[in-house]
């Protein structure tokens, strides 16, 4: 199976990435790995897909198997009050209560929801899970949110880290200027730098291990269909462009052998089409294929059945 200490299983709307998810964190736990399944999508459903009510915390689903939803208002307004816990320390007290103001008009600006679930998926990472050797899990699965947000979220560490660059040079130039001013000689100590560089030194964790092949790998799950498969070409590029490895993809939902009637062979048709497109398109990357289910899934036996094509 997928080793990876970190998945992210990702794809289009609608084509089984919750249950694959989970299908693949049943299977590892079951083979005596201590996972942890993490949904980042906001239209959570892997608690229905587990039978359990999920939260922001870790949830025992059965041994060795743990699950969390992250709740994205919840994160955000957590986000915003460690921000504003962080400027008491840097703003003079009468421009205290303009300056958060400010922050509340910005946690409803674009970027906000991306910067607040990232800052989770770094505690994740990096203080909570630890995956691999000697940390509390040793792999971390995510569920995530459609394809065109996931691709977003994992290049923010990129982004943000160069952010984070300039308001670090811009500071360190600040208090160079504030030290000739004074004429003391030596620069003044800042806790609003020392917040930025412990900011920008967990943004470099991450990304690096988002981008070490060892730790980390993507598994997009997709559909024979049209749409899905061209998302999926393009989603590859930009994570091939972001030097992010793709280890597998799970094509769902493909008509099983046994299916018949005059409207099945017409599908099976055109799925022959799909099923090419995507052998031509991704001849180099790994596949899963996991037949359409004739009934809901709704339970862990059922996921444990999808799990059975999830092996090499």
């Known amino acids: 199976m997928l080793d990876a200490p970190i998945l992210f299983f990702s794809g289009k709307g609608g084509v089984g990435k919750t249950t694959t998810a989970a299908a693949h964190a049943v ?24 039978g359990r009510s999920l939260d922001g915390r870790p949830t025992r689903i059965r041994p060795n198997l743990d699950a969390l939803e992250i709740d994205p208002d919840a994160e955000c307004t957590a986000y915003i009050g460690r921000v504003k816990e962080n400027i008491r320390a840097t703003v003079r007290s009468n421009l205290l209560e303009e300056a958060e103001r400010h922050i509340d ?20 990472l990096l203080d909570e899970a630890r995956p691999g050797a000697g940390g509390a899990y040793d792999q971390v699965v995510f569920d995530t949110a459609p394809t065109g947000h996931t691709v977003r979220l ?9 952010w984070v660059d300039g ?40 990304r690096d291990l988002l ?15 049209h749409l899905p498969v061209e998302e999926t070409r393009r989603a590859l590029a930009e994570l091939d462009e972001h030097q992010l490895r793709v280890g597998a993809l799970v094509v769902n939902k493909v008509l099983p052998e046994e299916a018949d009637g005059s409207f099945v062979a017409q599908r099976r048709a055109a799925e022959a089409e799909h099923l090419a497109a995507i052998e031509r398109h991704f001849a180099d990357r790994r596949r899963y294929y996991v037949p359409l289910r004739a009934t809901d899934i709704r ?8 799990a059975e094509h999830l092996q090499d």
């Open 211 to 225: 981008l070490d092949p060892g730790m980390t790998a993507f598994v997009f799950v997709l559909t024979p269909e």
């Open 299 to 306: 339970d862990l036996d059922d996921l444990q059945a999808i």
């Open 154 to 162: 994992l290049a923010l560490p990129e982004l943000m880290g160069a």
């Open 105 to 124: 008009m910005a946690a409803s600006s674009p970027g906000t929801y991306e910067a607040a679930l990232f800052d989770r998926i770094v505690a994740i």
């Open 27 to 50: 299977a590892a736990a079951g083979q005596g790995q201590r996972v942890l399944l993490v949904s980042t999508d906001p239209a959570h459903n892997l608690g229905d897909a587990l």
């Open 167 to 206: 308001l670090l040079r811009r500071r360190q130039d600040h208090n160079r200027d504030r030290s000739q001013w004074l004429g003391e000689g030596e620069v003044p100590e800042d806790p609003l730098f020392d917040l930025l560089s412990e900011r920008r030194r967990r943004i470099a964790a991450v």
